[in-house]
Nanobody, 122 residues
Framework: QVQLVESGGGQVQAGDSITLSCVAS??????MAWFRQAPGKGREFVAG????????DYGHFVAGRFRISRDNDGNTLTLEMRHLNSDDTAVYYC?????????????????WGQGTQVTVSA
C-alpha cells in the first residue's frame, strides 16, 4: 500500500498564500488529487491532475486561486494556494487513484495521507 505524507499546512491571514506538498512512497501512475474537509462537512474535491499532467481540474470555489502540479518522478504533488480566505480553513488531504483520469469523488481514491491543517484567520 502506497504511503502519502502531506506537509506545508499552517495558520495564515486572509489574503496570504501557502503551498502544500505531498510525497508518495512510490511512483504513482494514476491521478492524484487534493481534498479538504472542514469541521462538520464532508470531504470536498479541491484539485486533481492525471499522471501526465495533461489535465488539471479544480473545485468550483477555487476560482483561479490555486495551482496543482506534480513532478516528473510521479511521486510528489504540490498545491499552491493564493488569496486565501476563512472559507479555505480545513484539513487538506492528498489522495492517489488507480485510475488515470481525474475523478471528483473521494470514494474513487484508495490511498490517502494523514492530512495537514490549514487555518485562515480573517
Amino acid at each position: 500500500q502506497v504511503q502519502l505524507v502531506e506537509s506545508g499546512g499552517g495558520q495564515v491571514q486572509a489574503g496570504d498564500s501557502i503551498t502544500l506538498s505531498c510525497v508518495a512512497s512510490e511512483r504513482i501512475y494514476g491521478a492524484m488529487a487534493w481534498f479538504r474537509q472542514a469541521p462538520g462537512k464532508g470531504r470536498e474535491f479541491v484539485a486533481g491532475t492525471d499522471w501526465r499532467e495533461s489535465t488539471r481540474d479544480y473545485g468550483h470555489f477555487v476560482a483561479g486561486r490555486f495551482r496543482i502540479s506534480r513532478d516528473n518522478d510521479g511521486n510528489t504533488l504540490t498545491l499552491e494556494m493564493r488569496h486565501l480566505n476563512s472559507d479555505d480553513t480545513a484539513v487538506y488531504y492528498c489522495a492517489a487513484s488507480v485510475f488515470s483520469e481525474v475523478l471528483y469523488s473521494a470514494s474513487e481514491y484508495k490511498a490517502w495521507g494523514q492530512g495537514t491543517q490549514v487555518t485562515v484567520s480573517a
